[in-house]
């Protein structure tokens, strides 16, 4: 018998509370009346300094990932290996703007509300798109999951990035990205690292697909879900020169890109993966963009 696989769990700790608060109540307690109960006294204070407003919108979008998953919306995403997830959480975004073009072309509509005393919903006529998943990695302890979502606001032109790994909760909007990735304290860093594999995520489920399979281990089977496959195109295998002995199979580096540029008339606006050249040994896998160089964007 195949021995069971353990994956980390996004939204473990929203998780854990709400089961939690409704162990101990004497009444059912829904969701959505978790979450009020969750997000008060802030959003009933009429006094909120700037930080404060800042904490609110973080509980808003965490909380949204969460109602999302209680309604089966939350797309899970189980990685296959969790050398896929160091590999993406590494890999630079070299070409930044347009991977998050993409995501912002590609993410789902709604109308935007506000949440009353009442616990209600009160539509405000406000559009946003909206790209939320959590990433499961194997062999990782319970609270290793990640939760990410992406908010693009049209009428503020507002890209809002959300985490939430383990209880490390937070948000970042686009024109903090560049200054981040300048910073060399470690939060800056954490907090790149968790973009790194965000987006990239985003971006090898697209320039991939053929890894990306429905259907996850038997105990997950319920959840909106997909699993993903390892792709050929970012492993490689180098055989040291006469003794024919192949090391072991590592991950190429490199970096996605989205091509806009008018010269592909039929890959324009997709994302592909551009590896390294390699200066010394040979590769069994080593693929690059046809006229690459011909690109101009």
Known sequence: MAKKIRYSQPLAVIWDAYQ????????????????WKWLTPELTNPFLNNETATDVQTKLLI???FFLDTEKKFLHLFFVDNYLRDFLMDLPLSDFNGLTDYII???EESEDAVLTTMGNNLKTGKKSTNISFGIHVPYENKYRGYSFSFT???KEDKLVFAWLVNQDIGVITKENFSYLEKQTDDRSKT???YLRLAVNTIAYMNTFPECIKEGV??????????????????IEITEIEKSGKVIVPHFRRGYFKRLTSDFYTKKKGQI???????????????YTADNLDEMVD
Do not use: C, H
């Open 20 to 35: 939690e608060t409704v162990r101990k109540s004497k009444i059912k307690v829904s969701p959505k009346e978790f979450i």
């Open 63 to 65: 909380a949204d990932m």
């Open 105 to 107: 072309e590609n993410g």
């Open 152 to 154: 693009y606001k049209a």
């Open 191 to 193: 907090i790149m690292s």
């Open 217 to 234: 281990p038997e105990e997950q089977k319920e959840e909106y879900s997909k699993s993903i496959g390892l792709a050929e195109k970012v």
């Open 272 to 286: 592909i993966f551009v590896s390294e050249t390699m200066v010394k040994g040979t590769s069994k896998t080593v």
